[in-house]
């Protein structure tokens, strides 16, 4: 939602840092490391897609990463 309301606010276009988590699914997540910004730890690319959903938010309880 937050990309498709920045794009219809006449913007070309955003950045977003993808990587592939351990079962190969697109991440959109800025850090390599989950202990940053999630109460996970590790590199996203050694956690399953599962595993990254249910990983925390470190700033707010309502959000989890990844966000893709």
């Known amino acids: 939602e937050a990309l498709l309301g ?3 606010t006449g913007l070309n276009g955003v ?3 993808v990587q592939l988590s351990a079962d190969s699914v697109l ?3 800025h850090d390599v490391e ?3 910004r ?3 730890t590790g590199p996203v690319h050694s956690h399953s897609w599962a595993q ?5 938010n470190e700033e ?6 990844p966000i893709l």
Do not use: G, N, Q, S
Not at 52 to 56: F, H, M, S
């Open 38 to 40: 999630t109460k996970c």
């Open 27 to 29: 991440v959109a997540f």
């Open 52 to 56: 990254l959903k249910a990983c925390p």
């Open 6 to 8: 920045a794009l219809t």
């Open 34 to 36: 989950l202990d940053e």
């Open 60 to 65: 707010r309880a309502d959000l989890a990463y």
């Open 15 to 17: 950045e977003l840092d």
